[in-house]
Structure formats: structure tokens, C-alpha cells
């Protein structure tokens, strides 16, 4: 497809487990980021690739979350042993490349719940 | 530290009149301010942005007006149109783009 394809759309696990979502960004986007939506909240920076790299960690809630992107292209975020905090909106978008002032394309988001 | 701040969660604006979104941000060193609009279970969407150099940009119904000393922005939908209900967000960035800073978003109902 020509958008940004993310999956699944919607998660749904017990607490404790381990989920991975996928992000596929546009193709020849370089650049790639994570957002998560919390209920009644805005979108929080998670982490961003150039390429295969994310230089900037921070974002990233806690060690349970890690983030890899590999050829460039398709990326998934895991998140290991789910707690229930962890329920929200993943959303994943891409631009063409980092360094210049573009829109972000955004997928449609996995909405994670966790029971 | 919220450098990004939608204060009114929601606004309600009769078909036809103008809906005005506002937004405020912290830091000087943002460069480009950009609107997205959010439906329900789908990702946002752009919708128009300003450089730090310009004080106004239009496209259509849509204009966004920027004042650097005030470090405020705002959203002008004229006419407004129910299609326009949706939630919108403001977004900020620095040099070079990499981070970009989202409020936490207005929802806006238009009421035909």
C-alpha cells in the first residue's frame, strides 16, 4: 500500500506477556518514529530511526520497551512483560528522510489492552 | 514539562462559523509548527504548517497564524463544516525536524 501500515490493529493480552507490534513506513522513507496515545492524552514521543540507527533511546518508557528496525525498512517495538499502564494507542509514522522540516505520515495505530 | 500546551481540551462551533484553535509552546528553539487532524481509530493526518519565518499560512478554509513573541499559534477554520469534527493536534519542531513536540490535542464538534 502506498500509507504507512501498521499491525496488528488491535492487541489484546494479559498482563505479563510479551507483545511486538510491526510498523511498515512508506516505502523509501528513511526515517521512521513511534508515538504512544494514552487515553485522554496527547501523543508521546517514543523513539525515531534514521535507517536501521535510533540514536535517542529516551523516550522510550522503560526497559521493557525496545525498539529495532532492520533493512531500513519494517520496524517493531516489543514491549515485555505488559503491565496494564502499557495500554494505549502505538502509533508509527515516517518521513523521507530526517534532517529537513516534513510532515510525518502516520499509520492507523495498534490499540494495545492489557487484562 | 509540557513545551507544547492545547489548553482547551474541547471546542463546539456552529456549521458555517469560524472554529479558532490555539496552541502555546515553551521553547525558542522550535522552527516549524505543523496541524494534524484525528479521526476516530485512525493515525493523524497533516493538515497545514508554518516556518518560523513566516507569520501566516493559508490553504483553503485552513489558516494558521504564528506570533514568535508570544510563542503562540493558532488555527482558523472558516467556514467550519461537520466534516471538520475531529481532533486536532499542534505540533512543534527544531532544527532539523528529528523530534517533533505533539499537544495534547482539541477536540472540535461543529454542529450542523
Known amino acids: 500500500g502506498a500509507g504507512v501500515s501498521q499491525s496488528p490493529s488491535n492487541k489484546v493480552t494479559e498482563k505479563g506477556k510479551d507483545v511486538e507490534l510491526r510498523c511498515d513506513p512508506i516505502?523509501?522513507?528513511?526515517?521512521l518514529y513511534w508515538y504512544r496515545q494514552s487515553l485522554g492524552q496527547g501523543l508521546e514521543f517514543l523513539i525515531y530511526f534514521q535507517g536501521n540507527s535510533a540514536p535517542d533511546k529516551s523516550g522510550l518508557p522503560s526497559d521493557r520497551f525496545s525498539a529495532e528496525r532492520t533493512g531500513g525498512s519494517v520496524s517493531t517495538l516489543t514491549i515485555q512483560r505488559t503491565q496494564q499502564e502499557d495500554s494505549a494507542v502505538y502509533l508509527c509514522?515516517?518521513?523521507?528522510?530526517?534532517?529537513?522540516?516534513?510532515?510525518?505520515?502516520f499509520g492507523d495505530g495498534t490499540r494495545l489492552s492489557i487484562l | 514539562d509540557q513545551q507544547v500546551k492545547q489548553n482547551s481540551p474541547s471546542l463546539s462551533v456552529q456549521e458555517g462559523r469560524i472554529s479558532i484553535l490555539n496552541c502555546d509552546y515553551t521553547?525558542?528553539?522550535?522552527?516549524?509548527f505543523l496541524w494534524y487532524k484525528k479521526y476516530p481509530a485512525e493515525g493523524p493526518t497533516f493538515l497545514i504548517s508554518?516556518?518560523?519565518?513566516?507569520d501566516k499560512n493559508e490553504d483553503g478554509r485552513f489558516t494558521v497564524f504564528l506570533n514568535k513573541s508570544a510563542k503562540h499559534l493558532s488555527l482558523h477554520i472558516v467556514p467550519s463544516q461537520p466534516g471538520d469534527s475531529a481532533v486536532y493536534f499542534c505540533?512543534?519542531?527544531?532544527?532539523?525536524?528529528?523530534?517533533?513536540?505533539f499537544g495534547a490535542g482539541t477536540r472540535l464538534f461543529v454542529k450542523a
Open positions: 508554518i516556518s518560523s519565518i513566516k
Open positions: 505540533a512543534a519542531s527544531g532544527t532539523g525536524g528529528f523530534k517533533t513536540i
Open positions: 521553547n525558542s528553539m522550535f522552527d516549524y
Open positions: 509514522a515516517s518521513t523521507l528522510s530526517l534532517f529537513s522540516n516534513q510532515p510525518q505520515h
Open positions: 516505502s523509501g522513507h528513511t526515517a
